[in-house]
């Protein structure tokens, strides 16, 4: 049976299968665990991570009334739960169309995500000594593209497609 093809919204892949083949088995613990040589390559395969993104706006008033505006997103990890705040800026995001089998399941539902999404604004606006609104409660489902590496001795690294960051396999825990 053919696997069902559905058009998502992901953020943009910037690595590509070689890159992050090559940075799963120079990752320092890869190499620690095959005595310094390179492991070897069991399977690569392209997974697609949930987030839900909320549109936001930083807003920092300055001592002269002058007033500034920065467009911003809100992201809460559709697994995790793990909030974080980005300018707008720094995420890139486009159509794809990809098999269902490649999307990994959303563990966290909406009704807490926005109660995360709330919750990082205020230490947003700490942080950031700006105010931050969420424009809308109304979340964009955004993928992140994961290349999930199955190294020799069934070792697992994630290589993030757009940053090129690695990760274990905690990463989708």
Same mark, same amino acid.
């Given at each position: 049976?053919?696997?069902?093809?559905?058009?998502?919204?992901?953020?943009?892949?910037?690595?590509?299968? #070689?890159?992050?083949? *090559?940075?799963?088995?120079?990752? +320092?613990?890869?190499?620690? &665990? =095959?005595? /310094?040589?390179?492991? %070897?390559?069991?399977?690569? #395969?392209?997974?697609? *991570?949930?987030?839900?993104?909320? +549109?936001?706006?930083?807003? &920092? =008033?300055? /001592?002269?009334?002058? %007033?500034?505006?920065?467009?911003?997103?809100?992201?809460?990890?559709?697994?995790?739960?793990?909030?974080?705040?980005?300018?707008?800026?720094?995420?890139?995001?486009?159509?794809?169309?990809?098999?269902?089998?490649?999307?990994?399941?959303?563990?966290?539902?909406?009704?807490?995500?926005?109660?995360?999404?709330?919750?990082?604004?205020?230490?947003?606006?700490?942080?950031?000594?700006?105010?931050?609104?969420?424009?809308?409660?109304?979340?964009?489902?955004?993928?992140?593209?994961?290349?999930?590496?199955?190294?020799?001795?069934?070792?697992?690294?994630?290589?993030?497609?757009?940053?090129?960051?690695?990760?274990?396999?905690?990463?989708?825990?």
């Amino acid at each position: 049976m053919a696997d069902t093809e559905t058009t998502i919204t992901r953020q943009t892949k910037e690595y590509s299968e #070689e890159e992050a083949v *090559k940075r799963a088995v120079t990752h +320092p613990l890869a190499r620690l &665990k =095959t005595a /310094l040589s390179s492991p %070897s390559v069991e399977a690569v #395969e392209l997974l697609y *991570k949930p987030y839900y993104e909320y +549109p936001a706006v930083l807003r &920092k =008033t300055q /001592l002269l009334g002058d %007033s500034f505006e920065d467009d911003a997103v809100v992201v809460v990890d559709g697994m995790t739960g793990i909030t974080r705040g980005y300018p707008r800026s720094d995420i890139t995001t486009e159509a794809a169309s990809v098999p269902e089998s490649k999307l990994l399941p959303t563990e966290i539902a909406a009704e807490q995500a926005e109660v995360q999404a709330r919750s990082k604004r205020s230490h947003m606006e700490l942080r950031e000594k700006r105010q931050v609104e969420i424009e809308a409660y109304d979340p964009e489902i955004v993928y992140k593209p994961l290349w999930a590496i199955e190294l020799e001795d069934e070792d697992l690294r994630l290589i993030d497609a757009n940053t090129g960051e690695a990760y274990g396999v905690g990463f989708l825990e």
